[in-house]
């Protein structure tokens, strides 16, 4: 006997769903080029839309009739592309970016990290600020909790600090994100040269 032969799984074909034939509602408000609506029943509406060289697809299904729209199916799919690129293009992905100390980390090592901190805020990401102990360091939790809270007095103005820092096992930390940009202060309202001062 022959072994089996294995044949490659073929591609499922896309069904175009809500257009013309596809379309399952018995009957649609239907919108042309021409700007008139009508409620009808779909195969009229499909024959009327390829009357015109166009499909009719279902813009809005939720509605009571569906909403079908004569248009060109290509067209149409493009313009959907184009809005879903557009609103991909606007998301901002907010990240959590670790920044790291021991509690005796010298003043340039510091700075160093605390540089990095302002970048990542400025990018609108938070910061999760870690001071590790190891050994016998965790006697001095204290050095931690000075570390961290001068850590939050430098990024005033670029971040806010998030909750109160919390000791988890061997490691104290504190998130900060990205601070609300102030509203620049209204201009007091000038006085009028011709009007009289108040004495």
């Known amino acids: 006997m022959f072994p089996p032969r294995n044949f490659p799984n073929r591609r499922p074909i896309k069904v175009r769903e809500n257009v013309n034939e596809t379309i399952r509602a018995r009957e649609v408000r239907a919108v042309f080029p021409d700007g ?13 839309a390829q009357e015109l060289g166009l499909d009719l697809i279902v813009v809005s299904p939720t509605a009571e009739p569906p909403v079908a729209k004569a248009m060109d199916y290509g067209q149409w799919q493009y313009e959907n592309k184009k809005k879903q690129h557009e609103a991909k293009k606007k998301q901002h992905i907010i990240l959590v970016k670790e920044v790291k100390f021991r509690p005796n980390t010298d003043d ?18 938070r910061v999760k600020a ?29 971040g806010q600090v998030e909750g109160q820092p919390k000791l988890e096992g061997r490691a104290f930390h504190v ?9 620049p202060p209204k201009p007091a309202p000038r006085q009028k040269e011709d009007e009289p001062a108040a004495h």
């Open 130 to 158: 870690v001071v590790q102990f190891r050994g016998r360091e965790i006697a001095h939790v204290d050095l931690g909790q000075k570390l961290l809270a001068r850590f939050a007095q430098d990024l005033q103005g670029i």
């Open 108 to 125: 340039h090592d510091y700075d160093f990290k605390k540089n990095h901190a302002i970048r990542f805020l400025r990018e609108g990401n």
């Open 36 to 48: 008139s609506v009508e409620v009808m029943p779909t195969s009229a509406a499909i024959r009327r």
């Open 175 to 183: 998130i900060i994100g990205p601070a609300k940009a102030a509203a």
